[in-house]
């Protein structure tokens, strides 16, 4: 029999005693964090507080509907079980035995406590000051209602906003784009949308223009347009009026403007800053998680420059982790470490008041792990919502726990909360967006009235 879903106001009062769990055992004692642990965990905060601390801007509520979104893909399937840890669930322990993350027991090899349910990976502890300074959220059993294990189907239902649906339809970023567009009263066809790193992604295919850029150093290096002659040769050859040559000339001029606005940016750039690793493009060309950091430096800096790009699109692969995900230490730790910086880069540069970071994946992976170490393709996973708008330092929707009775198909989370829903709050809160621009965004979503309380009023 499944249990009623339970939400992090249903916790809250159980803090000073042991969370119960789905199966009706109790979370095991943690003792206290040493000396030793809390002196490192504070320095390591503190150095993170100082960096997440939000750029200056003008005071005050900003103008409603003017928030730039910023969506973070992790294609593959990321191990949100790991990432958000359900320190409270014996289940968690028992069917992971090689690869769960320990709960808080006063070592740097475990869980950073949360509450008495959820902890963060180890990894994710330069997010801690986001999470305690209440502009970071999780809603941890999010998802397609869409029952597909296929990463290429999964990863369409997620960019069109329509599970189930394999013919070809726009993007619903681009749809959202050209909306956006209309709106303007003053530039109603300038390019509102950014995407970094990947070629062609689905979620921002349609009629609406869209600035690309290419991922890593790539996208500070213009290419054969960088050499006069060349250009003026090229150029020459797309110098007509039709429409093929004027969109050309649209693309080269974006792209040599891009070029010059991001080496500018790396000249003024204090010397040691960090760099992301140029690796072999991952899932869906993808680049890998190492290349978030650099992609979301390039991305702040064009959108900082250019003031009317209000939607971001970064993506990153290899959360694939059907062997040897590791617990605190391995490929995923990794992955989950340049995730946590780049998230604390993103909010320097987009912390006005109706900014907002989302971070998701395709679907989430088993909770069991499997004779190889890993995890494989799953269902419900968690989502991550960071903006000064975000009701953060607490976790949304609903949980189940982890016993087989109420687990998808008795091996995955199961989807409390439909993605749409999550994004739906985020577009209505900081774009402004009616009931009526939503349904049409994403036909046949229903709106989820326990997500209420997930963005300030």
Do not use: C
Not at 36 to 65: C, E, K, T, Y
Not at 103 to 120: H, K, R
Not at 142 to 162: C, L, N
Not at 163 to 170: E, F, I, K, L, M
């Amino acid at each position: 029999m499944r249990t009623p879903a339970r939400s992090s106001d249903d916790l809250d009062a159980a803090e000073s005693s042991p969370a119960a769990t789905a199966g009706g055992g109790t979370a095991p004692r943690r003792p206290a964090p040493s000396i030793d642990r809390r002196q490192l965990l504070g320095a390591a905060v503190g150095l993170a507080s100082a960096w997440a601390a939000p750029m200056a801007f003008g005071a005050g509520r900003g103008n409603p509907g003017q928030g730039r979104l910023v969506l973070i893909f992790l294609r593959g399937a990321y191990d949100g079980l790991s990432a958000l840890v359900p320190i409270g669930e014996r289940d968690y322990y028992r069917m992971r035995p090689t690869i769960a993350i320990g709960a808080p027991d006063g070592t740097n090899e475990t869980a950073l406590a949360l509450d008495s349910l959820f902890g963060l990976h180890p990894a994710l502890a330069p997010v801690l000051p986001l999470w305690q300074q209440g502009v970071l959220t999780a809603v941890p059993a999010a998802g397609s209602p869409a029952d597909t294990r296929s990463h290429f189907e999964a990863q369409h239902d997620w960019e069109v906003g329509i599970p189930g649906q394999r013919a070809h339809v726009d993007g619903w970023m681009n749809q959202l784009a050209t909306g956006l567009q209309r709106r303007s009263a003053t530039a109603p066809d300038a390019t509102v949308a950014l995407d970094v790193g990947e070629a062609n992604p689905a979620i921002l295919a349609g009629a609406a223009p869209v600035q690309r850029v290419a991922r890593g150093v790539a996208a500070t290096r213009g290419g054969v347009l960088a050499n006069a002659g060349a250009r003026a040769a090229v150029l020459s050859l797309y110098a007509g009026n039709d429409a093929l040559s004027e969109s050309f000339r649209s693309g080269a001029q974006s792209r040599m403007q891009t070029v010059e606005t991001l080496s500018m940016a790396e000249d003024m750039a204090p010397q040691g800053d960090a760099r992301a690793r140029e690796m072999q493009a991952a899932n869906n060309g993808a680049a890998p998680a190492g290349s978030l950091l650099q992609d979301s430096q390039h991305l702040a800096t064009l959108m900082r420059a250019n003031r009317r790009l209000r939607l971001g699109f970064l993506s990153a692969g290899g959360w694939d982790t059907h062997a040897n995900q590791g617990d605190h230490r391995g490929a995923l730790a990794n992955n989950l470490a340049a995730l946590a910086a780049t998230l604390v880069q993103l909010r320097r540069s987009f912390s006005e008041p109706d900014d907002v970071v989302l971070v998701a994946s395709e679907f989430g992976r088993t909770s069991a792990e499997n004779g190889s170490r890993g995890t494989d393709h799953g269902h419900g996973n968690l989502m991550w919502l960071l903006g000064s708008r975000v009701q953060g330092g607490r976790w949304h929707g609903g949980w189940n726990g982890l016993a087989s009775g109420n687990l998808h198909e008795q091996r995955d989370l199961p989807v409390l909360n439909d993605f749409r829903a999550v994004i739906a709050q985020a577009l209505r809160a900081t774009q402004g967006l009616t009931a009526n621009e939503l349904d049409r965004l994403f036909p046949g979503f229903s709106w989820d009235r326990s997500l209420d309380g997930l963005f300030k009023a």
